[in-house]
């Protein structure tokens, strides 16, 4: 089972900043990696898959990057609706593995 | 518009079954792998299983495997995750997802509770 290892645990920062979310994974996922996000109550929402691919309707400020093991998302100036939980996910191997998430959290 | 709707959740107690179901609408579930992901409270998601597009090949996590099992009815643009034998650590909030370039439509989610 690929162990994806997602940091920082928690992120605060202000509206404005740049966040910067890792992911790592403990073998090559080549570049099926994922990222979404998560608010209460609600389903996970897609924002990036095959590493960089920004899903339909994902606001520009949401980038990803990397590749084999090393990935990273990026937003580049926060939004007050950006504040939620980041997961990454592989579906590179079965079984497919999600990190334990990122919270983002208003500094 | 493309949606994927949950339902069968409730309150069972450990060992008994319960069946959920994934209605599609706006789009073939039949041309689309789909997944189960649950989320228990207070901690993070969990992929359950996967069932391909042919119908045939299904993938599940090791935690669920053997008491789980996926599948579906074109006919009602259905999907299904049949459990068996749960445990009160299979207390969790259940989403179905279609996959496309990634995860890309989800249901809101069917609470299922294992309690005694």
């Known amino acids: 089972e690929i162990v994806l290892t997602q940091s920082p645990a928690t992120l605060s920062l202000s509206p404005g900043e740049r966040a910067t979310l890792s992911c790592r994974a403990s073998q090559s996922v080549s570049g099926y990696l994922a990222w979404f996000q998560l608010k209460p109550g609600q389903a996970p929402r897609l924002l990036i898959y095959d590493a960089s691919n920004a899903a339909p309707g994902i606001p520009a400020r949401f980038s990803g990057s990397g590749s084999e093991t090393d990935f990273t998302l990026t937003i580049s100036s926060l939004e007050p609706e950006d504040f939620a939980v980041y997961y990454c996910q592989q579906r590179s191997n079965w079984p497919v593995t999600f990190g334990q998430g990122t919270r983002l959290e208003i500094k | 518009q493309e949606q994927l709707e949950e339902s069968g959740g409730g309150v069972v107690q450990p060992g008994r079954s319960l069946r959920l179901s994934c209605a599609a609408s706006?789009?073939?579930?039949?041309?689309?792998?789909m997944h189960w992901v649950r989320q228990a409270p207070g901690k993070g998601l969990e992929w359950v299983g996967v069932?391909?597009?042919?119908?045939?090949?299904?993938h599940y996590a090791d935690s669920v495997n053997g008491r789980f099992t996926i599948s579906r009815d074109n006919s009602k643009n259905t999907v299904y995750l049949q459990m068996n034998s749960l445990r009160i650590d299979d207390s969790a909030v259940y989403h179905c997802a279609r996959e496309a370039t990634g995860a890309d439509v989800w249901g809101k989610g069917t609470t299922v509770i294992v309690s005694s």
């Open positions: 069932i391909l597009y042919d119908g045939r090949n299904k």
């Open positions: 706006g789009f073939t579930a039949s041309r689309f792998a």
